[in-house]
């Protein structure tokens, strides 16, 4: 029987994300995708930061057209596309919508899902994922030492069975993966369906110039919702679940433009409103990511395909290790400690925010809301793979109050390398686990655990003498060590000779279960 370390199931953004991040890290795994290729109707829209950096780590950001620096995702409300602005919304309510603030060396991008996909693709080619399309899982079975898959060739109508070592299901919102291991979902649940019509009218690109991408239409006995893919291609939902004939779209479409502009209907679609977060995500050996594990709606955040990107950037290393035996099973636990409470954090916060709250029952807690930045930069995971992450800390907080706070990401700061080049302190994470100090006298240590040390003042240099322990909230002597997806597994104030470099050993067992 044929054997893979890893079966993804479901190549779409989370699906050929995973696939994109395990190849990178030479892990062999196959992808399997019901469908001969990206749904035609392209869905996500805005990526975030993180998102971009996890590609950057890889070394793909340059591949997607990033938004300039003063980019701002802007909601209005309008009679129609054509007429004056009556009010704008902000995503979050008070907060100064301060994206792009020089927090990342990436700006957000603003791509459709199907133009995104072929890149992640090309991408994971190259770098040896085997990809195989109109290819879908039947069924599976996890024997505790292994998954046997029993997949169909929907081409050839061949059916042939797999064994592998773990399943990660990217397999969408209703997950047969998910259903099969009986794995409930809690959340606000069903809260309406959409319909919605995807257009091309390139003539409505000019209504862009003024700054706004989402359009809030409401006129008298007749309210929607019109957005754009920036690429003349615009999508109108409705707010009712009825079926309109291609006439009725086309009367609909000509309401919210405003004016006689010439368009062409590519495709209708029908979605579900709902927030739905799996009450595990991990079962044996399967994983579920993506959709499959937290079902939001659209937000402005860009809750959905970007947690679910980042959910498998979490388990990518965790997998690497465990496969090439440097770290035991037990790490793959953290996953679900360090990415459910995320998908809760995104659920509580979509749902409070104005775009949502109008949806949900008086059943639901509203919760406070945090910054852009917080939600995007500045999230907290505990887990065993992180030390000094206490339960009485924030679930998230801005970034620059963090300084160094183990369980968040390492904060990106430009910094100049020994070779004289600028790079951003996110270069140099990714791979493998590093340990940033001040002195040389961590190097003993950091060698006998196989842990590359970039040492300040020799290997990097900051422009800033103290940059280094404002950032990271230590002494000069002081060490920080960073796991491979960027997030800060733990940090030391004491000198390493001092009983530095034995706290060391213990916390890098723990953190990495070796
Ligand atoms: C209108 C709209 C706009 C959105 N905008 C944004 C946005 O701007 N930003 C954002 O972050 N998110 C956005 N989202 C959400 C985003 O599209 C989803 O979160 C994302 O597509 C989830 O990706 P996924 O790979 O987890 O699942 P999916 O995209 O649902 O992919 C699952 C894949 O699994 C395949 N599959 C299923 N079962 C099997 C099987 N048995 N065998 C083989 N293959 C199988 C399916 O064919 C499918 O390709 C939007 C969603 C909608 C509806």
């Given at each position: 029987m044929l054997h893979t370390p890893v079966l993804i199931v479901g190549g779409s953004l989370v699906g050929l994300s995973a696939s994109l991040f395990l190849a990178w890290r030479g892990v062999p795994h196959i992808v399997v995708e019901k469908h001969p290729g990206s749904s035609p109707h392209p869905r996500a829209m805005g990526y975030t930061e993180t998102t971009l950096e996890h590609y950057r780590m890889v070394g793909i950001d340059d591949r997607i057209p990033q938004t300039p620096q003063e980019f701002r995702l802007r909601r209005v409300t309008v009679a129609s596309l054509a007429s004056e602005w009556q009010a704008e919304h902000a995503w979050t309510p008070g907060d100064a919508e301060q994206h792009n603030s020089g927090l990342s060396p990436n700006t957000g991008a603003a791509i459709a899902q199907d133009k995104l996909e072929p890149i992640l693709r090309e991408a994971a080619l190259e770098f040896g994922a085997d990809l195989r399309y109109c290819t879908e899982l039947l069924e599976f079975e996890d024997h505790g030492n292994c998954i046997v898959a029993r997949l169909l060739d929907r081409k050839s109508g061949q059916e042939y069975a797999i064994n592998a070592d773990y399943l990660i299901a990217a397999d969408g919102a209703d997950s047969t993966v998910r259903e099969s291991l009986g794995i409930a979902r809690e959340g606000v649940g069903h809260l309406r369906m959409v319909r919605s019509v995807l257009f091309t009218c390139p003539e409505a690109d000019q209504y862009l110039a003024l700054g706004a991408q989402q359009f809030e239409i409401k006129q008298e006995n007749f309210s929607a919702f019109l957005t754009t893919y920036n690429d003349s291609r615009w999508l109108l939902m409705f707010v009712d679940d009825i079926e309109r004939s291609e006439d009725e779209l086309r009367v609909a479409i000509r309401k919210v433009l405003g004016r006689d502009m010439s368009f062409d209907i590519i495709a209708t679609g029908r979605w579900e409103m709902a927030g739905r977060i799996a009450?595990?995500?991990?079962h044996g050996r399967v994983f579920l990511a993506g959709d499959a594990a937290h079902q939001l709606p659209p937000t402005r955040g860009g809750f959905g395909a970007n947690t679910g990107i980042d959910d498998v950037w979490n388990l990518a290393w965790k997998l690497h290790r465990v496969l090439e035996g440097t770290s035991d099973s037990s790490l793959l636990d953290t996953y679900d400690a360090e990415r459910r409470p995320i998908g809760w954090l995104r659920h509580q916060q979509t749902f409070s925010r104005p775009d949502y709250a109008k949806w949900v029952d008086s059943d639901f807690k509203a919760v406070p809301l945090f910054s852009n930045e917080a939600i995007e930069l500045g999230q907290l995971v505990r887990s065993s793979a992180v030390i000094g992450a206490g339960p009485d800390l924030p679930c998230a907080a801005s970034p620059i109050d963090w300084v160094g706070q183990p369980g968040t990401r390492a904060p990106h700061i430009w910094l100049t390398t020994s070779a004289g080049d600028t790079i951003s302190s996110l270069d140099l994470f990714g791979t493998d686990f590093v340990l940033f100090a001040g002195t040389q006298n961590w190097q003993e240590t950091a060698d006998k655990l196989k842990l590359r040390l970039i040492l300040i003042g020799r290997d990097i240099h900051f422009s800033e003498p103290d940059t280094f322990t404002a950032a990271f909230g230590i002494s000069p002597q002081g060490a920080v060590l960073i796991r491979p997806d960027g997030i800060i597994a733990w940090r030391c104030n004491k000198v390493a000779e001092d009983g530095g470099t034995d706290e060391l050993k213990v916390a890098f067992a723990q953190v990495t279960a070796s």
């Open positions: 009450t595990q995500y991990r």
